[in-house]
């Protein structure tokens, strides 16, 4: 899904409400996760037409509950060609926000990430990316406004911590490869994999010197475009991930449709359509693009 070096162009997805089902001690995700590559596999740096994109999510969950989870991410991606072949890197940069609950449990990641692709084609665009993102992450609460048995007791909150933060470094390696189906450039596909935490990074608050690993996690990719009209087409895309003992499978499919004189200079594109979380909820989605920028806006629908 990568074109030949193209006129720098900036892509801006702003999506505006998104709202997904965290499992507890698991890694934050997004029911739009299509739209946050990075989180899904460095690997996947790059892979858009254009040579500069922006996107912005922010979700917003459970607000019948007080201090509900609210959780804003940004990403960044610029691409480099590289010698006189089509290679090219892409730079990257995640940061992202998370704060939830009454004691204000907050996470900060700011993760930097590079990503080399390499050209498999002289006669069409073939990629195979190698990807790896590794930063700092932070997490910190405020323990007075925390509630215990023991207050009742004695007035103190009956817990031991050596601070209310800590931070560590964290790292993620993916791979991928994505081309065109039968040389025509406005069908493509990719899949990937990529393994996060692979240091397995302690965390604890507690005085004792406690060993709390991140359990690594395996995300596996894929995503297909096919047009189906000179002003349509269709979008299809999938993750399955693995930590621990917890296991996720979401995928679904966007149709999309060219608006204005010039299919390939559209003046708008209108997406929509619907994904699944397995045994969990169901998305609709819907998608503007107006270009350079891009507006999304999805639900989720508990069926479990």
């Avoid at 991606?77 to 926000?97: A, H, R, V």
Wanted: aromatic share 14%; proline share 4%.
């Amino acid at each position: 899904m990568t074109g030949k070096r193209s006129i720098k162009h900036l892509f801006i997805a702003l999506i505006c409400h998104s709202i997904s089902c965290a499992a507890n001690a698991q890694d934050i995700h997004f029911s739009q996760f299509f739209e946050t590559p990075l989180l899904r596999n460095p690997s996947l740096a790059g892979i858009f037409t254009g040579d500069v994109r922006v996107q912005t999510v922010y979700r917003d969950q459970w607000n019948s509950v007080t201090n509900a989870y609210r959780t804003g991410s940004v990403n960044g991606e610029f691409k480099m060609p590289i010698g006189k072949s089509n290679d090219f890197i892409t730079t990257g940069l995640q940061i992202m926000y998370d704060k939830a609950g009454t004691i204000g449990w907050t996470s900060t990641h700011v993760m930097p990430a590079l990503n080399y692709h390499k050209s498999l084609s002289t006669d069409k665009n073939s990629y195979l990316s190698l990807g790896f993102m590794g930063g700092w992450i932070q997490r910190r609460f405020d323990p007075s406004k925390a509630t215990t048995n023991s207050q009742y007791d004695n007035g103190g909150i009956g817990e031991n911590f050596s601070n209310t933060q800590f931070s560590y470094l964290d790292g993620s390696v993916g791979m991928s490869y994505n081309s065109n189906l039968a040389y025509n450039p406005d069908n493509n596909f990719f899949i990937g994999a990529a393994y996060h935490h692979f240091n397995r990074p302690s965390q604890t608050f507690f005085y004792r010197n406690a060993s709390i690993e991140l359990e690594p996690k395996w995300v596996f990719s894929g995503g297909i475009k096919l047009g189906v009209a000179d002003n349509a087409y269709m979008t299809i895309l999938a993750d399955h991930s693995r930590q621990g003992g917890f296991s996720e499978t979401v995928a679904g499919m966007m149709y999309g449709l060219k608006l204005g004189d010039d299919p390939d200079n559209p003046l708008y594109t209108i997406h929509a359509g619907a994904f699944l979380r397995l045994n969990d909820a169901i998305i609709p989605v819907v998608k503007l693009d107006y270009n350079p920028f891009s507006f999304a806006l999805s639900y989720d629908a508990n069926i479990s």
